[in-house]
Structures are given as C-alpha cells and as structure tokens.
C-alpha cells in the first residue's frame, strides 16, 4: 500500500519537529577513551591498563586534518549525550530528505 503524498508531508511536519527538540545540544566526533602507560618503573601501570581513563573527542573535517580536544572528565557524560543526539539528527534529516524524495518523483510541490 502507497502511503499518500498528504500522509508523507504530514509525517514530515512531525520529524521537523524533532528537530527542534535537540535545542541545539549537538555535536559532531567521535569520543576516545584512553589509557596511557607512564614509563615510570615500578609503576602499576607498567602491568596493568595504564593511568586513565582519559577521554578525547575527534572530529573529521572534509579536506582538513581531523581535530582532537581533550574532554574533562565531568562532561564525558554531557558530551556523549552531544554526540548521540546529533546521530539522530543526522537520521531525522535523512528520513526527511527521502520523504521530499518521494513528493518530488510524484512532481507534487514539495
């Protein structure tokens, strides 16, 4: 069953929506966790996973060298909630571009 071009435009009203409920808390990267070793002897992290964790957030840039900052750890939590959301954003645009995909085969006004 086709789902009509009223349906697709009202389904798109909702996923704009969504937007704006990210209130602009979003970040593109990538979060790291790292452990680092000291090379101090006798250190435990000499046998274990090393000193840590410490966390860095990197982000990719077309025709630009990635970037990477530190990120204290009392905002690890915030800055993953960051990340996440703008994920979904991302699939929210996507879900709306292929909805105006459709209307726009079907040469009805977007």
Partial sequence: MTISTKELKQNRQVL????????????????????????KP?????????HGPKHS???NFPKRKPENDYIPLEYVVQVKE???NY??????????????REILKRREEL
């Fill in 16 to 39: 704009i929506g969504q937007l704006a409920a990210f209130e602009g808390k979003i970040l593109r990267g990538s979060l790291i966790e790292s452990y680092k070793k000291c090379g």
């Fill in 42 to 50: 006798g250190c435990k992290c000499a046998t274990g996973a090393g």
């Fill in 57 to 59: 957030m990197t982000v």
């Fill in 82 to 84: 960051y990340i996440e």
């Fill in 87 to 100: 994920q979904r954003f991302k699939e929210i645009i996507e879900q709306i571009c292929m909805i105006n």
